[in-house]
């Protein structure tokens, strides 16, 4: 009987590891195995498009594009059940998967997409004009506490960020305080401004009442600890449960402090707050 089940068991597992080969979950952003591979070794800087439901979906990096493939439409990090018509404030909407995966799903969607990179919001516009969405207003602003003009770390990728460190390589960009544009029910707040969240949810703190759902990606540093148990402080004291999971894998072996290079952060996480 033993002997039958192990059979059994190491057949199935095997099985599992055969279908494992042969599946592509990219299909569902229209990418067969071939066209995906192509797509890896593309080089960044190019203008290019993908056809998605008919529509182009244009792009200069593909690495970054598989990315937001794979966050957005394979793994579904933003789905969620909202009215037929919820508003949304997207901040940080790069070149617009996120915009476009929601109003895929709610057609009647009103959004709001902020995105400072001069080169993102270009092709953030170019998409939505694409998919010839309406009621999204998307506008090249840095999301901030205050309304102001700040130094922007720009470089045409999901790394865009709002700089205070002083460097030479940045652009000037106009900032608005989001306290400020909040002031009805919004359904879906999603917050992913590379390390100025926690400035920018401070500031909001108060006015987080008024959301029904809210992402966070979090960014941050071993020394900033203080700053990420504030932030559950008032996640938590707005009435809000959470769940979180890794946004980028920083460390494989968190004890050995053995990091990726390729991560500025030592802490990368995707914060899910939703009501009870």
């Known amino acids: 009987m033993q002997n039958s089940s192990l059979i059994k068991n190491s057949w199935l597992g095997f099985q599992k590891k055969i279908n494992s080969l042969f599946s592509n979950p990219y299909k569902e952003v ?162 992913d401004i590379e390390g100025a969240e926690f400035a920018v949810l401070c500031d909001l703190e108060e006015k987080l009442d008024f959301v029904e759902n809210l992402f966070i990606e979090y960014h941050g540093l071993f020394n900033q600890h203080k700053e990420l148990t504030k932030l559950f402080s008032i996640i938590s004291s707005r009435g809000f449960q959470y769940y979180i999971k890794e946004a980028a894998p920083v460390y494989k072996s968190p004890f050995t402090k053995n990091k990726n290079p390729e991560i500025p952060y030592d802490i990368q996480l995707n914060i899910f707050c939703f009501r009870g």
């Not at 593309?42 to 182009?56: C, F, I, M, T």
């Not at 593909?62 to 919820?86: D, M, N, R, S, V």
């Not at 506490?145 to 460190?165: R, Y």
């Open 30 to 191: 229209n990418l067969n195995w071939l066209k995906l591979k192509y797509y890896k070794h593309l080089p960044a800087g190019k203008l290019r498009k993908h056809n998605l439901n008919g529509k182009y979906i244009y792009f200069y990096s593909a690495t970054e594009l598989l990315h937001g493939f794979k966050e957005i439409f394979i793994e579904k990090i933003y789905e969620q059940p909202l009215q037929k018509q919820p508003y949304i404030i997207d901040c940080g909407a790069n070149i617009g998967l996120s915009v476009i995966y929601m109003k895929e799903k709610y057609p009647e969607a009103n959004i709001i997409a902020f995105e400072p990179d001069e080169k993102n919001y270009e092709l953030l516009s170019k998409n939505i004009s694409s998919f010839g969405y309406s009621n999204v207003v998307a506008k090249k602003e840095a999301v901030w506490v205050e309304n102001t003009t700040l130094d922007f770390s720009s470089d045409a990728s999901m790394s865009s960020k709002i700089e205070t460190s002083g460097s030479a390589s940045t652009n000037k960009v106009k900032a608005i305080r989001l306290k400020d544009h909040i002031d009805r029910k919004v359904d879906f707040l999603k917050i």
